[in-house]
């Protein structure tokens, strides 16, 4: 069972900047791929941001240019790293590891992000 722990989320004006962190409780390189989802009021969840074992990234074509994903292996924690935030980046975020080996996804408890001002 891997746990994680976001933190970071908040109240940010239009244009400003957040950095989200998501701390696992296991060494992140034992994981397939770790992402950053998010979902707004009556929205599904949707993936924003993900980088795989091998640091490959990959984003929501909403974000790029806007956020980066990125991770510290000594840390065992993977960042999100929001500029530029429009009112429409609004939602919870929720961070996310997948482990292929047991057909697993772990999730966090999420954090709010509201753009607004």
């Known amino acids: 069972q891997v746990q994680l722990v976001e933190s970071g989320g908040g109240l940010v004006q239009p244009g400003g900047s957040l950095r989200l962190s998501c701390a696992a409780s296991?060494?992140?390189?034992?994981?397939?791929?770790m992402g950053w989802y998010r979902q707004a009021p009556g929205k599904e969840r949707e993936l924003v941001a993900a980088?795989?074992?091998?640091?490959?990234?990959n984003y929501a074509d909403s974000v790029k240019g806007r956020f980066t994903i990125s991770r510290d292996n000594a840390k065992n924690t993977v960042y999100l790293q929001m500029n530029s935030l429009k009112r429409e980046d609004t939602a919870v975020y929720f961070c996310?590891?997948?482990?292929?080996?047991?057909?697993?996804?772990?999730w966090g408890q999420g954090t709010q992000v509201t753009v607004s001002s």
């Open positions: 996310n590891a997948r482990l292929e080996a047991v057909s697993a996804d772990y």
């Open positions: 296991e060494n992140i390189l034992i994981l397939n791929a």
């Open positions: 980088i795989t074992r091998g640091g490959a990234t």
